[in-house]
């Protein structure tokens, strides 16, 4: 599957705000906490930050955002429920990372991931994200725990 980056719209928020995961990972879906809602909601955070990627068929399969900290970009990202497992993460993921280095420069990549995520956390660690630290915070109306992971950015 080839992914197609363009800027997040209204429209393709909703799309968004409209998918239900399965089992532990509904603890994705965009409505479990408010406040994480709102914020992706804000369409006034959303240029050059905030980006959809389309599939062949021109159907949203994945969203991500970035967070610029000095020479660090932070990626928060997710697939399309029904994209997930089938080993299309590594593609989308390099696709992300490319945008962010063409559009931020940046040194180095910085991403959380949920600590019962093994398939995402594979993924990362496959591209190269090392494990950082462990933290919490409450989201989703519960502590959860998550894990930072870091890659350097520059392709050497």
């Known amino acids: ?10 429209e393709y928020a909703q799309q968004v ?17 408010p406040g994480d ?3 992706f909601l804000d369409s006034t955070s959303w240029p050059g930050r905030s980006y959809v990627t389309l599939s062949d068929d021109d159907s949203v399969s994945g969203f991500f955002d970035y ?6 970009v932070e990626i928060g990202l997710g697939m ?16 992300v990372l490319e945008f962010a280095r063409q559009i931020h420069n940046p040194e180095e990549f910085r991403l959380f991931v949920a600590t019962f995520n093994k398939r ?10 090392e494990r950082v630290r462990e933290t919490s915070w409450w989201t ?9 992971m870091r890659k350097p950015a520059r392709i050497t």
């Open 67 to 72: 967070k610029v900290d000095g020479d660090v």
């Open 1 to 10: 599957m080839k992914f197609r980056i363009v800027p997040m719209t209204d």
């Open 80 to 95: 399309r429920p029904d994209l997930t497992g089938q080993g299309l993460g590594a593609g989308f993921l390099d696709k």
């Open 17 to 33: 705000v409209s998918w239900r995961y399965e089992g532990e990972y509904a603890f994705y879906d965009m409505d479990a906490e």
């Open 120 to 129: 995402a956390i594979l993924v990362y660690e496959r591209a190269g994200f």
């Open 140 to 148: 989703a109306g519960a502590m959860h725990d998550f894990i930072e």
């Open 37 to 39: 809602l709102r914020e």
